[in-house]
Each structure stands twice: as C-alpha cells, then as structure tokens.
C-alpha cells in the first residue's frame, strides 16, 4: 500500500519565480494538508483541502495556493518566490484529522 | 494563540539509558495529541497518538506518552534507548474544532554508545 507520495524531491528555483509541488496522498485518503518545515523549526501549517476545496488555512501570504484533483491529488503553488521560501514542504493525507500520514517532502532551496 | 512547547531543544543520552522529552501545551479545550520523529532528511512518522481514553498511550519502538490535563502536558518516554533512535522529535496538537496540527519546535535526541 504506497503512502503518500511527493514530487519532486528537491528543487532549486530562482528568486522571483514560480514553483508548483505536488503530492498523492495515501490510498483511501480523502484529505490533503500542506506544511512548511524551515531548517531547526517544527512544521508550520499552510493549509488543507477537501472536496476540492481548501477548508482552512495558516498565517501564510496570498503568493501560496493549491489546488486538489477529483482524484485526491493536490498541488501547492508559490509564486513570487523569496529566500525565505527555502524550506522543506510536507504533505499529509488523511481520512479524519486525527490520521494523518506524511510524505518525505520536497526540498525548496531559493537562490 | 495555540502554541506547544517542547521544553528541551537537545537531549543526549547513553545507549539503554532511559529518556523523557517533555512537550506541554496551551489550550483550554479538548485537544488531540501526537508525537512525531523526523530521521535525517525523512518525512514525519507517527510515535503514537493519544485521541480519548486510557491517558498512557503506547506507540511504537517501545515508546509511550502520559496525557496529564491538569499540567497540559504530554511528554513522551522510552525505558531502554537504542542507537537507532537518535532522530528529532515533534510534539503536536490539534486543538478544538481547528483541523491543522500544531507543532512545537523539536527535540534532538542524540544517543550515544
């Protein structure tokens, strides 16, 4: 049974542009979050999607958006990129908010 | 503001030595309680989690966790370390009706032979 699955691993981007993260979420998951983990932190909450929809969402600028599939896949997007975007982005799926399982993450580094 | 507190950034222990990393919490309504471990440049895995009931909760690895209300508090122990279990672990909540995890800012645990 594959967990949750993120892409790509690592990345490296340019200040100023755009990047797009993607992520599978667990089999019979129906609920996806995103989290930023800067380097010596704990996870920051970006936000959550369910039914294609996001339902809540943490203290982090417009520049960052998704988006969830039919098929429970989601996408971060951010936009404007700045140094302090550096950072490893997690994914989490879950069935209830009480079960979540996290992926392996991908590894932003802004130059 | 929701916030938990890993009280202690780095704890270095010798190989079968027992070990607590604390983790309190600021809420004043119901909460779910997780502890995580982060190995190098690895995802979170769930140690264990503590949703209603019993308050010693038992998780992996030989690891378990004592929800105490009155102290807001859910710290996390293991009788026996191994090498195997220098990691960084999180302590998270999910406070009232809120549906993110709130983490508090890591404990290194280094074992040592």
Redesign the interface.
Known sequence: DAG?TQSPTHLIKTRGQQVTLRCSPKSGHDTV?W?QQAL??????IF?YYEEEE??R?NFPDRFSGHQFPNYSSELNVNALLLGDSALY?C?SSLR??G??????T?LTVV | AQS?TQLDSQVPVFEEAPVELRCNYSSSVSV?L?W?VQYP??????LL?Y?SGSTLVKGINGFEAEFNKSQTSFHLRKPSVHISDTAEY?C?V?MGG?????????TKLTVNP
Request: aromatic residues 18%; proline residues 2%.
């Open positions: 949750v979050s989290y010596g932190q704990g996870p920051q909450f959550q339902r809540q943490g997690l989490a908010r009480h979540y399982t996290f992926g392996s993450g590894r | 938990v779910y997780f995580y440049n690895q995802g979170l895995q769930l989690k949703l999180f998270a999910i809120s549906e993110k995890l709130v983490f508090g800012k890591g």
